[in-house]
């Protein structure tokens, strides 16, 4: 590259020198022949030194520089990707815990409605046998009752009976002919009643 350089200075030199003699002597000295020399010395050794400078320390720090934020940004690109992959794993994994924790909680409260309903049935059963117990015992009263109120009618029949006898006409009657009025009587209200 410097040959190259040196070479392009010298043309250009030579170029320069024919158009100078042209040229009238109180021209830009640029153009006067006799600073050529120094100008093309000064010119190589100027460049020279940039070439140096860039070529040794510039150039090399910024192809590092380049370099080390090529590798910081490739590494960067992997653990990114290293880090979506793990991401994506992550969400499967948590779907997959939601999925179990759906089905978990679908078989809880199957388990648990199931065991309520038995439960349920249980004391429907208890109440059912309870109920008929009762209907069974009130039923037995109800029939004792019955059974017995037709005496119970009957003496606090004869007993009103002669208590207003008695306040009517003033005169005491037996508890005998009382009661074979009263039970003559009941028979045939009995008849009616019971279907006899």
Do not use: C
């Not at 830009?28 to 022949?33: A, E, F, K, W």
């Not at 010395?41 to 040794?56: A, E, N």
């Amino acid at each position: 590259m410097i040959k190259k350089i040196l070479f392009q200075s010298i043309f250009l030199s030579f170029l320069f020198t024919l158009k100078a003699f042209a040229a009238e002597s109180g021209g830009m000295p640029q153009l006067n022949p006799e600073f050529w020399i120094s100008q093309i010395f000064w010119l190589t050794i100027t460049f020279g030194i940039l070439y140096i400078l860039l070529s040794r320390f510039i150039l090399p720090r910024i192809s590092n520089n380049l370099e080390t934020r090529k590798s910081q940004i490739s590494e960067n690109i992997e653990a990114a990707d290293k880090q979506r992959k793990d991401s994506e794993l992550k969400i499967k994994e948590y779907e997959k815990t939601i999925l179990d924790t759906k089905n978990k909680a679908k078989t809880y409260f199957q388990q648990s409605r199931e065991k309520i309903i038995k439960d349920i049935n249980i004391k429907r059963e208890s109440l059912d046998k309870d109920l008929s117990e009762e209907v069974k015992k009130a039923e037995t009263e109800i029939q004792n009752l019955k059974n017995q109120a037709p005496q119970k009618i009957n003496k606090i029949a004869i007993e009103t009976s002669k208590d207003l006898v008695q306040q009517l006409i003033g005169v005491e009657v037996n508890n005998s002919s009382i009661s074979a009025i009263v039970d003559d009587l009941s028979k045939k209200n009995l008849g009616k009643y019971y279907g006899n």
